[in-house]
């Protein structure tokens, strides 16, 4: 049975939150047995740059990699806008005389210039050190004996070999994500040493950590692999999406996660979360297994604006939980998205979770001095700042899955968080749907994903042979070798995958494999999945380019409570308070009560 409460923000100390939301789940520590913990501390150094002071060894020649990135604008039609500066300046790059080539050594890294370099790096004052040096998925041997010079040379400062992050081709993504590491792993490590400590003191377990990839990982492993929880927090809620979408007796979704800063679209597909081989978060490439999540910065928080062309605007920049909305009366003075859901009589201010007092009055005060400036009424001011919020996230929902080859009309749409219900009724009408899932407990569904999700760990492998030279006992050997690398205690089920594309190409497909294959088996599945992704294939040879594990235990039972009393349906227009989240039932809508305790929202 699932029990749930939820309480404020600290965005000073998420450690505080953390035990305030134990407190109020009123469980005496020694009854409890595990602790699982999502976080944005990962997403939020890298949105605001706050990580560690890092400097980067790579291999001379190829020491711009950061500020070259792939050579591609970052907008195509705004010859004004550029890319988010790299994590390490150019100046704290320090160029290594070595070069190993695929066929082998072209220049032997000596004992002297490892010296150098180590001299080098100390004198730049490092927190962290990242060793990235070319192709090294292949012989990292450089990078272990420059880590090690390093060590020696400055004893305590972390030293991140890209190698051992991500031992795959592409030298800019290797790289990025090794930085990443670097970048975050101080910061990472301090606070969830903190939260265990303080945890620790009140009598609770350690707390097992969400990963990016949808599963959990304990906090003393998680300090040692910061990138890998860079969506930490919205990993939690697709992998719940899931839970509650097989309860329904449903398959495929997408899933609409809106919080105060941001919204973050997912999808399920025959009842699992999609977990991608990486992607860039916060402008930064991070080439690690993640649940497929895209942000945008449109929530609850968003602060509505007036630029400079007399348009208004909402967000980027968001209120947050400190100082919130105006309703919040924690110190907002900007006009937020909450504050015109107010506005409009969307939310009742005598039954918001959370703890939150709201002044209606202020939020109304705050939209219509907006709607003076603008010269229209209060009301199409907030139902204008609501509408430009719904664009963003349908863009966002159209994104995971118009351009993956979805189409959204054959999905229903998972809308939780504090104001996915508010919004849900809107997107599916951008998008064409027709089903709605508001799930039980939607306000925290993103906490009973962490509560569910099992233990993973991940191994990866370079490949890079073509799949006709690869037989079915090279391909089994490397498999179980994977496997044996990843497996651990609670490790119940193994999903292998290959990375695979046409010779030539400059991306790959994720290919589903298992020992008993060859590569011949596995271009065949390839063949299939690029008809499908791209809608054509080639008369080319297929490449093999790396193998992939994740070894995972068994997800937590959970039951969800029958709805008991709640009425049976409802039509739109209506409004229902819920104990966690409000739902808005737009016109032309209908939903039902479910046995499973959320509602079913349908075209009437």
């Avoid at 450089?142 to 795959?168: D, F, K, T, Y």
């Amino acid at each position: 049975a699932v029990e749930a409460r939820k309480v404020l923000s600290t965005p000073t100390d998420q450690s505080e939150g953390v035990a305030a939301s134990l407190a109020a789940l009123g469980a005496k520590p020694s009854d409890v047995r595990r602790v699982a913990h999502g976080t944005t501390v990962v997403t939020n150094l890298l949105l605001e740059r706050r990580g560690a002071r890092a400097v980067l060894c790579a291999t001379d020649g190829a020491a711009d990699l950061l500020e070259l990135r792939r050579q591609e604008r970052a907008a195509l039609y705004d010859l004004s806008a550029d890319h988010p500066a790299p994590l390490v300046p150019a100046d704290r790059v320090v160029a290594v005389r070595e070069r190993i080539t695929p066929a082998g050594v072209a220049l032997a890294l000596t004992p002297a210039e490892a010296a150098r370099v180590a001299d080098a790096v100390a004198a730049l004052d490092p927190e962290t050190v990242v060793v990235s040096l070319l192709h090294s998925y292949e012989n990292a041997a450089h990078e272990r004996m420059l880590a090690s010079a390093i060590e020696a040379r400055v004893p305590g400062v972390a030293v991140v070999q890209s190698a051992e992050v991500l031992p795959e081709i592409r030298e800019y993504e290797r790289t990025t994500t090794a930085v990443a590491e670097g970048y975050a792993r101080p910061r990472v490590s301090l606070y969830l040493r903190h939260l265990s400590e303080r945890l620790a003191s009140d009598g609770y377990p350690a707390p097992d950590v969400m990963t990016s990839g949808g599963g959990m990982r304990t906090a003393a492993e998680a300090s040692g692999a910061a990138a890998s929880l860079a969506l930490s927090g919205p990993a939690g809620g697709v992998v719940g999406s899931a839970a509650v979408l097989r309860a329904a007796g449903l398959s495929d979704a997408l899933t609409i996660d809106i919080g105060g800063t941001s919204a973050d679209a997912g999808l399920v597909l025959a009842g699992e979360p999609l977990v991608e081989p990486g992607g860039s978060v916060a402008g930064v490439p991070i080439a690690l297994p993640r649940v497929l999540v895209e942000t945008v910065s449109a929530g609850g928080g968003s602060i509505a604006w007036i630029d400079d062309g007399g348009a208004l605007r909402v967000g980027p920049r968001s209120a947050g939980a400190v100082p919130g909305p105006v309703a919040f009366a924690r110190g907002g003075t900007l006009p937020t998205v909450t504050d015109a859901h107010i506005a409009l009589g969307r939310l009742d201010a005598a039954r918001l979770s959370g703890g939150v007092t709201l002044d209606a009055p202020a939020a109304k005060r705050a939209i219509a001095e907006l709607a003076r400036k603008l010269g229209a009424t209060p009301q199409r001011t907030a139902e204008a700042i609501i509408a430009i919020a719904d664009a963003a996230m349908a863009r966002a929902l159209r994104r995971v899955s118009v351009e993956r080859g979805i189409d959204p009309r054959s999905c229903a749409l998972v809308a939780f968080g504090g104001g996915g219900p508010l919004h849900a009724c809107a997107l599916a009408d951008l998008l064409g749907m027709r089903a709605i899932l508001v799930p039980p407990h939607a306000g925290v569904l993103s906490a009973l994903g962490l509560a569910i999700a099992p233990e993973r760990r991940d191994a990866a492998a370079s490949v890079m042979r073509g799949a006709d030279t690869i037989d079915q006992g090279w391909f089994g050997a490397r498999l179980d070798a994977l496997a044996a690398r990843a497996r651990n205690a609670s490790a119940q089920r193994l999903a292998w995958h290959a990375r695979v594309r046409y010779a030539g190409q400059g991306h790959e497909l994720d290919v589903a494999c298992a020992p008993g294959d060859d590569g011949n088996a596995v271009a065949a599945r390839f063949s299939v999945a690029h008809a499908a992704r791209y809608g054509f294939t080639l008369e080319r040879p297929v490449e093999i380019v790396a193998l992939r594990v994740a070894a995972t235990g068994d997800p937590v039972d959970v039951s969800f409570k029958s709805s008991g009393g709640r009425a049976k349906s409802v039509a739109g227009p209506h409004v229902e308070t819920l104990a966690d989240a409000t739902m808005v039932v737009a016109p032309g809508w209908t939903a039902r009560g479910l046995d499973i305790g959320g509602w079913m929202v349908e075209r009437a």
